[in-house]
């Protein structure tokens, strides 16, 4: 889908605010409707598990971790308004109405507008990163204050499938992990069923790695022996393959994990060098 701004169906923000609320007891959606104009959302600017995020466009204006604001390219002090990420939402496609700036009457406004998305556009890469960086820190809660004060992408998710199920929208199927590990799980129970176990002890499923580690050892022992049939070791091959498969996803996903954590090590490292630089100077001072 086409990356710029669009506003989303109110109905939809309703069904949000609702459903996190009866989750966490209080709701850090953002209201989109205000008397002068409308609030709107740039994006997708990331897709988790076939589900589109949106980044909220405010006039809200102060430097912070989880912002970027928006500057004029000719004039840097300019700020146009930010990108607040706590506030991420996901939306269907069906309740997005795509923002058609020629059709805004208000000189100023279709400017100022206009300015606004030639920066996300032109900062695309930085405000993507952003994105993810924000739904890594939160939903592994990295900082407590980001939490409470943000979202709960998590529980949005829920209601962005129940929303499409109850409105017969096109729902993203639930997890390629999950789908993965269905397949897995089938090839598995053939394997049981076609070779000896009486002497080892193997889980019922491979759900965790743990089991997934026990039987790709199992697998070794047996391909080593030289004792197993030739339907027996093509079905043991097979099995080895598919839990390569079924891994390669969620070792993608560790290293991007790894990746988000040691960039906000460092954001923490230089804040803290800055302060004691800071500190230095104004013992220097005295």
């Given at each position: 889908?086409?990356?710029?701004?669009?506003?989303?169906?109110?109905?939809?923000?309703?069904?949000?605010?609702?459903?996190?609320?009866?989750?966490?007891?209080?709701?850090?959606?953002?209201?989109?409707?205000?008397?002068?104009?409308?609030?709107?959302?740039?994006?997708?600017?990331?897709?988790?598990n076939g589900i589109n995020y949106?980044?909220?466009?405010?006039?809200?204006?102060?430097?912070?971790?989880?912002?970027?604001?928006?500057?004029?390219?000719?004039?840097?002090?300019?700020?146009?308004?930010?990108?607040?990420?706590?506030?991420?939402?996901?939306?269907?496609?069906?309740?997005?109405?795509?923002?058609?700036?020629?059709?805004?009457?208000?000189?100023?406004?279709?400017?100022?507008?206009?300015?606004?998305?030639?920066?996300?556009?032109?900062?695309?890469?930085?405000?993507?990163?952003?994105?993810?960086?924000?739904?890594?820190?939160?939903?592994?809660?990295?900082?407590?204050?980001?939490?409470?004060?943000?979202?709960?992408?998590?529980?949005?998710?829920?209601?962005?499938?129940?929303?499409?199920?109850?409105?017969?929208?096109?729902?993203?199927?639930?997890?390629?992990?999950?789908?993965?590990?269905?397949?897995?799980n089938e090839i598995y129970a053939?394997?049981?069923?076609?070779?000896?176990?009486?002497?080892?002890?193997?889980?019922?499923?491979?759900?965790?790695?743990?089991?997934?580690?026990?039987?790709?050892?199992?697998?070794?022992?047996?391909?080593?022996?030289?004792?197993?049939?030739?339907?027996?070791?093509?079905?043991?091959?097979?099995?080895?393959?598919?839990?390569?498969?079924?891994?390669?996803?969620l070792f993608k996903q560790r290293?991007?994990?790894?990746?988000?954590?040691?960039?906000?090590?460092?954001?923490?490292?230089?804040?803290?060098?800055?302060?004691?630089?800071?500190?230095?100077?104004?013992?220097?001072?005295?």
């Open positions: 889908m086409e990356i710029c701004f669009y506003h989303i169906s109110n109905d939809y923000i309703s069904f949000l605010k609702k459903y996190e609320r009866e989750q966490v007891g209080y709701t850090c959606v953002p209201n989109i409707q205000y008397k002068t104009s409308d609030k709107f959302v740039f994006g997708a600017v990331m897709n988790i949106f980044v909220p466009v405010s006039s809200y204006a102060k430097d912070q971790a989880d912002v970027i604001l928006m500057r004029d390219k000719k004039n840097k002090s300019d700020i146009l308004g930010s990108l607040r990420f706590a506030y991420m939402l996901p939306v269907p496609r069906p309740c997005l109405i795509k923002l058609d700036i020629n059709s805004i009457t208000n000189a100023y406004s279709k400017t100022h507008i206009s300015k606004e998305l030639a920066f996300c556009r032109r900062e695309r890469d930085k405000i993507f990163k952003q994105a993810e960086k924000t739904y890594f820190r939160v939903t592994h809660k990295v900082n407590e204050q980001l939490v409470k004060n943000s979202c709960d992408f998590k529980i949005l998710e829920q209601a962005y499938i129940e929303y499409c199920i109850e409105h017969k929208l096109e729902c993203p199927q639930v997890s390629n992990k999950d789908n993965n590990f269905e397949k897995l053939n394997v049981l069923e076609n070779i000896k176990t009486d002497n080892v002890s193997l889980p019922t499923s491979l759900e965790n790695t743990e089991d997934r580690v026990a039987v790709s050892q199992y697998i070794i022992e047996q391909l080593n022996s030289g004792e197993t049939t030739e339907v027996q070791r093509k079905s043991l091959e097979k099995l080895r393959d598919s839990i390569r498969e079924a891994e390669e996803p290293v991007d994990e790894m990746s988000n954590w040691a960039d906000y090590v460092i954001e923490k490292a230089e804040e803290r060098n800055k302060e004691n630089d800071e500190q230095d100077r104004n013992d220097t001072e005295r």
